[in-house]
């Protein structure tokens, strides 16, 4: 019992203020709670699972560099999905809620890969040995869901008092910006003796992304109804 709390407890304070928190945050503005608890809860349980029984394994096959880039082009996609200003909720069938389940799992799962809290998992893994392994990666994931559960909730009781599209423009800020820092961290991990490009190649993508956005926005605006 007290290897589950300590193991919860390291792992709830490691995951606060992370960037996969404040990205849940952002997605309670676009998805229904049931989508996104499960698609998190799905993705935590994968997650700790490949790390506490795999150990390093997924790094030791893709570079992380490539993981970096894979989830800033997720952030990116998620921050231009967010230029949709509907104040009203539209009806979605039983396709579009899998949709929705599935981007929250695919999302949440790529920008948690190979972050601290995984290591963190690994790590207690390799301490505590096989013998622990169910231990560990419950309390791994009980510890980390509860950490994103509070942003969650943050979330939803600001979504019940503020307008959708000013939750769509903090969703779009949050996106935008973890999209960046990541995109400009997976470039400077790329094996090269001069990493003179990355600074040129990430404000050329921002720059596209950004005058993306704004032709994004005055299109949604004009479709907008009166």
């Given at each position: ?37 499960l ?20 790094s ?33 069938g ?32 390799a ?35 503020t ?8 969703a ?55």
């Amino acid at each position: 019992m007290f290897l589950f709390l300590k193991i919860l407890f390291t792992v709830f304070i490691a995951e606060m203020g992370d960037k996969t928190q404040l990205m849940l945050v952002a997605l309670t503005s676009k998805y229904k709670l049931k989508d996104i608890l499960l698609g998190t809860a799905l993705a935590i349980l994968v997650l700790n699972g490949i790390a506490v029984l795999a150990g390093g394994l997924i790094s030791s096959y893709i570079p992380l560099w490539v993981i970096r880039l894979i989830a800033a082009a997720a952030f990116l996609f998620f921050a231009v999905s967010s230029l949709n200003f509907n104040d009203e909720e539209e009806e979605t069938g039983n396709s579009k809620l899998s949709l929705a389940f599935l981007a929250v799992f695919s999302t949440f799962f790529v920008a948690e890969l190979g972050d601290k809290t995984q290591l963190t998992a690994i790590t207690f893994g390799a301490n505590e040995g096989l013998q622990s392994a169910l231990t560990v990666w419950l309390a791994c994931s009980a510890g980390l869901f509860l950490a994103d559960l509070l942003g969650i909730l943050i979330c939803l009781i600001l979504k019940g008092r503020t307008p959708a599209s000013l939750l769509n423009t903090a969703a779009f800020f949050i996106f935008m910006i973890f999209g960046i820092l990541t995109l400009h961290e997976g470039l400077e991990m790329i094996p090269s003796k001069n990493h003179a490009f990355v600074f040129p190649v990430t404000a050329g993508i921002s720059i596209f992304f950004f005058l993306l956005s704004i032709f994004i926005f005055i299109k949604n605006i004009k479709k907008k109804p009166v």
